[in-house]
C-alpha cells in the first residue's frame, strides 16, 4: 500500500511538474526582431506593437542586423518572430530561377510549404506590397503622357518619348532588372537614355528624377521605397511579373505560435493594411521627415483602429 501511494504521488508530482514547465514556456517572452533599415524597423514594430497590446510579453530586438544574421537568429531559436520578404524564398531555398517567385500568391504558398517543412517556420499572410525593383517617373511627366503602367511607358519610349531614366549600373545590366523589363514590355532604352549613377542608393535616383536633373526624369526604385512619395513620383505598374515578388510576412517559429496561438490573428488586420501606398507614406515620415518610429507606428495603429 505504501508503495502504492508512494507511486501516486510520484506520478502527481510528476504531472504537476509537466503543466508546470508547460506554464513556464508559455510565460516567455517573444524575442521581436527585424533588419536594420527603415522598413524594417516599421514592419518589426507593427509586430511588437501588437503583441504588446494583445498581451503577450516581448523582448525588443529590432534592427538585429542583415538578413543573414536575422535568418540565422531565427533558424537557431535565438530570435522568435520578424517581417522577412516572400521573394527572398527563392534564394533561402536555391530557387531563384524558379518563375513561381512572380507571382504573389504562388510565391508566398511556395516559401510558406518549404519554411515549414525544414524548418517549422510559419509565414504569416503577407502585406499587400511590393518591395521589389520598379520603374517610377516623375508625377508631372506620368500625368502629361497618361503613364500608370510599364506597359504605358514602353508606348511612350517606342513613340519617341523624351525619356532618360537615372539607375546603378546592375540595374542597367543585371539581366533580372532593366534587362528584363525591357524584354517583357518591348521597349530599348539607349546609353544616352541612361545616367548610370554610382552605387545602388535609390535615394540618389529618386532625386535625380524629381529634381530633373542632367534631364532625368524616370528613376530606378523599389516598390516601398519612401522617398517616391515625398518626391512625387509614380511607381509603374509591372502587370506582366517582369520582376520576384517581395511581399512583407511575419514569419515565425511553429513553437512559439504552438505557445502565444493568438499571435497571427493579433497580426493580420495590421499587415492586410500595409499597401504599396501605406508603406510608402508611412516610410517617408521615417526616413524623409524624421520623425519616430515608434511614434510613427502607433499613430497609424491608432489611426486604423488596431491599437486597443
Known sequence: MIARLSRRHLLAGGVALGLASRVARAAQPVRVGSKLDTEAALLGTIILSQLSAGGIPTVNRLRLGNTKIVRSAILSGELDIYPEYTGNGAFFFNMDSDPVWKNAEAGYERVKRLDLDANKIVWLPPAPANNTWGIAVRGDVAQAQKLATL?????????????????SAEFVESPAALPAFQAAYGFKLTQDQTLVLAGGDTAATERAAAEDTSGVNTAMVYGTDGAIAALGLVVLADTRSAQMVYEPSPIARQA?????????????????????????????????????????????????GLLK
Open 151 to 167: 506597359e504605358d511607358f514602353a508606348r511612350w519610349v517606342n513613340s519617341g518619348g523624351k525619356v532618360k531614366i537615372a539607375a
Open 256 to 304: 512559439v505560435l504552438a505557445d502565444y496561438p493568438k499571435i497571427p490573428d493579433l497580426l493580420a488586420p495590421a499587415y492586410a493594411a500595409l499597401d504599396g501606398a501605406t508603406l510608402r507614406a508611412l516610410n517617408a515620415k521615417i526616413s524623409v521627415d524624421g520623425e519616430d518610429v515608434g511614434k510613427v507606428t502607433k499613430a497609424w495603429l491608432a489611426a486604423k
